[in-house]
């Protein structure tokens, strides 16, 4: 991407504010937001996220990607035919999550959509800060594990098909692309696919809207439609020296060949196996929920912690929190 000056738009006359390289675009401000709409839209049909779908609940951070999928969702939610909801979970990581939490509350009620927050600290009694302490885990990897926990369990509690999440293009290309250097089957990294369909009882599905747009647009698209997200980064993000590896010699290729970061993540998502189903799950003995050796990783995990397995407290509070 880069802003020409003194372009008109392809579309009408008024001034252009960005040029989309990829498609070779010059594009104002008002065709900009409906082109990325529209390409968001696509997304959506090309790869049936709600096809079989009537209640979707949203994963709301707080940051730009999350909002702005609430917001695109949000629009066109009738032309779609799902009824929507915001989850947000408070991490309790000081500052940062008091924003997120306003952030993601102001904007659901801004767009008409119902929102339940949860908190780290009341479903487990601990905040992320403090469980990293406890643990000495890495707080990616024990956030990722708890936000997927609490996400999949609040759409099989409060009776939602799907979740989705903001996860873009350039995020998931750069694990994906990790992943296979490190040698990991495919399986194992089938898991940022476009959509990865559910299991009564144990999965909701989940769908990514933004596969196929890139960082960079979600942020011209945050921008220009006001949205309110928090810019600053969580305190615990970081990024590793293969990631970002693999994100430079990404963005060197895609800008030597505008769109080559789109046509492998279509050929990923085409050549990506999903294999999960009911009869090869275990349930977890403590708490219900799918595992592989018959304990979940919630549970494993806060057998360490707590001295007890946390799964179906979390369950059961996760079940009487009410929209806000
Ligand atoms: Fe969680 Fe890591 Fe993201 Fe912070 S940066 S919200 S700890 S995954
Ligand atoms: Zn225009
Ligand atoms: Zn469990």
């Not at 609430?70 to 990581?93: E, I, N, Q, W």
């Not at 299991?199 to 196929?212: I, K, Q, S």
């Amino acid at each position: 991407m880069n802003t020409p000056l003194h372009v008109k738009c392809a579309k009408c006359e008024k001034g252009a504010v960005v040029r989309v390289t990829y498609a070779r675009l010059n594009l104002c401000s008002e065709h900009y937001i409906e082109y990325f709409e529209k390409r968001v839209l696509k997304t959506i049909e090309k790869y049936g996220l709600f096809k079989n779908t009537k209640r979707v609940l949203v994963a709301v951070s707080g940051g730009k990607d999350s909002l702005t999928v609430l917001r695109v969702l949000s629009k066109y939610r009738d032309v779609l035919g799902v009824t929507l909801a915001g989850v947000h979970l408070d991490l309790g990581v000081g500052v940062y999550s008091e924003r997120s939490r306003e952030a993601a509350l102001s904007t659901c009620s801004d767009h008409g959509v119902e929102c339940r927050a949860v908190s780290l600290s009341d479903l487990l009694g601990y905040t992320l800060p403090e469980l990293v302490r406890k643990t000495r885990r890495p707080p990616c990897s024990l956030c990722g594990l708890i936000k997927r926990y609490v996400f999949n369990v609040a759409a099989l509690e409060w009776g939602f098909d799907v979740v989705v999440t903001g996860h873009h293009m350039d995020d998931i290309l750069v694990f994906r692309v990790k992943e296979m250097l490190m040698g990991q089957r495919e399986s194992e990294v089938a898991k940022l696919l476009p959509f990865t369909p559910g299991v009564t009882g144990f999965y909701a599905a989940r769908a990514r809207p933004l596969y196929e747009v890139y960082e960079w647009e979600i942020e011209l698209y945050s921008k220009l439609t006001g949205l309110k997200y928090v810019e600053a980064q969580c305190p615990f993000k970081y990024r590793d020296i293969i990631s970002s590896s693999v994100a430079e010699m990404l963005g060197k290729i895609d800008s030597e060949i505008p769109g080559f970061k789109i046509t492998l993540a279509r050929r990923l998502a085409k050549r990506t196996r999903w294999d999960v189903n009911a009869e090869k799950i275990t349930p977890c003995q403590y708490c219900g929920m799918p595992s592989s050796s018959g304990v979940c990783a919630l549970c494993k995990f806060t057998l360490k912690t707590h001295g007890k397995p946390m799964g179906l407290v979390v369950r059961e509070k996760l079940k009487s929190t009410k929209p806000i």
